[in-house]
């Protein structure tokens, strides 16, 4: 065997670091054209089931899907008056719970550090309450990274809608076009691809949608009956954090638990506040989430929380929840593209 055989092709490793670099390039600059896009193709998946049952009952498609699109406007928008509601309550009372918790550190634990001292005030500071809120200043950047002003995520958002309405309305004819737009040459493997595309994120994409919101209503229910303030905002949070592989599932029982133990002033109830958080957490991922995803994603785990790190540091919230789908996308285009595979085979969850 020759030494040149022996030696891995420099086509091989950079095409798919340069395609890496490049979409990263893209995802980056192209972030406030891009989320409102992806958004809505989420969104589109999301809604076509609704959209194709009352199709099934002869509601003609223009008026099904404007059935749709309203009846999810409605529900998105008292649910989010809800948890609005109740996060700008609890947002109003954060000094008063801040000063109740340091009070309680010292009572119970005088020995440990300030909690989240990093959150506080150093001696120089005049503002009140013992707390330094510019330094929380990165979360909203986080949540809405990539989208800038209020204004602008106002624009983004109505921007979003009008085009999940409008991939609605061309949804029957979408495919066929792109497939032809790829030409005639390449009919069999376009189709093929766009199939497979389509196939695994509309089933991710509807069983994670009905899981999260099936989460949100347990998490927000036990914490209403254990007597938890603001129970709307910490079961959809948990909910969504769920959605982080791995650790989002702890990080959702922390604000609760944190709450508790404010109100109560035991870590008991904290306790049994983190006992019921990881009963239901057990719960669907070992018995429910398996029933209903089955094999619909092929990618192993270790890609999943390394893209949701991609994408959130990408786009920020948005990123975090869109990930694994696009994940999903693009490992089904990286199998089907001679120079990609290599990436296909180190998202894929086969070990063969």
Partial sequence: MSDESKLLSINLVATPLLTVAALTALCYFAAPVLVPIVTAATLTYILWPGVAALRKLKVPHVVAVIIVTLLAIAAITAIGMLILSEATAFWNNVPTYWEQLQQLRVEHAKELPKILDFLGQDSTSTQPNGIDVTKLSAIPKFLFKGVGTVLSLLGQAILAVLLTLFMLFEQPGFRKRIVRSLGSDNVSAATNIISQISAQISGYLWVR??????????????????????????????????????????????????????????????????????????????????????????????????????????WGAIGIVLAVPITAALKVICDHVEALHPIGILLSGDDN
């Fill in 209 to 314: 949608f009905v899981i999260t919101v099936g989460l949100a209503i347990v998490f927000s229910i036990g914490l209403l009956i254990g007597g938890v303030k603001y129970p709307y905002v910490w079961g959809p949070l948990a909910a969504i954090l769920n959605l982080v592989p791995y650790a989002g599932a702890y990080v959702g029982a922390i604000p609760p638990m944190i709450m508790a133990y404010i109100q109560h002033g035991s870590i008991l109830p904290s306790v049994w506040v983190f006992v019921f958080f990881m009963v239901v957490q057990f719960i669907e991922s070992n018995i429910v989430a398996p029933k209903m995803f089955g094999r619909q994603l092929n990618i192993n785990l270790l890609a999943q929380l390394i893209s949701t790190i991609y994408w959130g540091w990408l």
